[in-house]
T-cell receptor
Framework: DQQVKQNSPSLSVQEGRISILNCDYT??????FLWYKKYPAEGPTFLISISSIKDKNEDGRFTVFLNKSAKHLSLHIVPSQPGDSAVYFCAAEKTSYDKVIFGPGTSLSVIP | DSGVTQTPKHLITATGQRVTLRCSPR?????VYWYQQSLDQGLQFLIQ???????AKGNILERFSAQQFPDLHSELNLSSLELGDSALYFC??????????FGSGTRLTVV
């Protein structure tokens, strides 16, 4: 039972354009959502997060949008840069429960 | 350097063998989490320890076990290894919950 889904295994975007990575979740008890970025041969690193009481959080080129009614969140990267090429994991947690559930990841390629 | 140290970085072993993966969390972090990433799979949660005690269990096989020691480092023991156990094993730590910091992983290859 996959509670966090990322239906696009891969995405290619031209440099300078917007990258939109999507994520869906099934458990309405999740109250905190995170995006992690992973380069080959490295562990995932935290990118940006959003609490369920918000619908948008912005950090530089990265913005996460949350639609609770649709149980959907998205990560926007604008403008996309070649260094953004990595695997992006969507993750969710119930803060009282402490455990983070990860999606399968989306591999982003930003083409120069 | 994330502050979470995993050793060894690479491990090649034969089927049926037993291995131990080690994780040293960031200084001050009490929680340690173990995740498995198989080919084309996301990060599958295995187990969490908090200050020496098991806090949560995920899809961890009975052949696998873990523990967290008084100095807060953790070990993941994998026994009776099968080819399908080949994967990246990540450790993460956090002060209490969320806000994970991951190590760079141990790549296990079972031949």
């Amino acid at each position: 039972d996959q509670q966090v889904k990322q239906n696009s295994p891969s995405l290619s975007v031209q440099e300078g354009r917007i990258s939109i990575l999507n994520c869906d979740y099934t458990n309405s008890m999740f109250d905190y959502f995170l995006w992690y970025k992973k380069y080959p041969a490295e562990g995932p690193t935290f990118l940006i997060s959003i609490s369920s009481i918000k619908d948008k959080n912005e950090d530089g080129r990265f913005t996460v949008f949350l639609n609770k009614s649709a149980k959907h969140l998205s990560l926007h990267i604008v403008p996309s840069q070649p260094g953004d090429s990595a695997v992006y994991f969507c993750a969710a947690e119930k803060t009282s429960y402490d455990k983070v559930i990860f999606g399968p990841g989306t591999s982003l390629s930003v083409i120069p | 350097d994330s502050g979470v140290t995993q050793t060894p970085k690479h491990l090649i072993t034969a089927t049926g063998q037993r291995v131990t993966l080690r994780c040293s969390p960031r200084s001050g972090d009490l929680s340690v989490y173990w995740y498995q990433q198989s080919l084309d799979q996301g990060l599958q949660f295995l187990i969490q320890y908090y200050n020496g005690e098991e806090r949560a269990k995920g899809n961890i096989l009975e052949r696998f076990s873990a523990q967290q020691f008084p100095d807060l480092h953790s070990e993941l023991n994998l026994s009776s290894l099968e080819l399908g156990d080949s994967a990246l094993y990540f450790c993460a730590s956090s002060p209490t919950g969320g806000g994970y910091t991951f190590g760079s992983g141990t790549r296990l290859t079972v031949v």
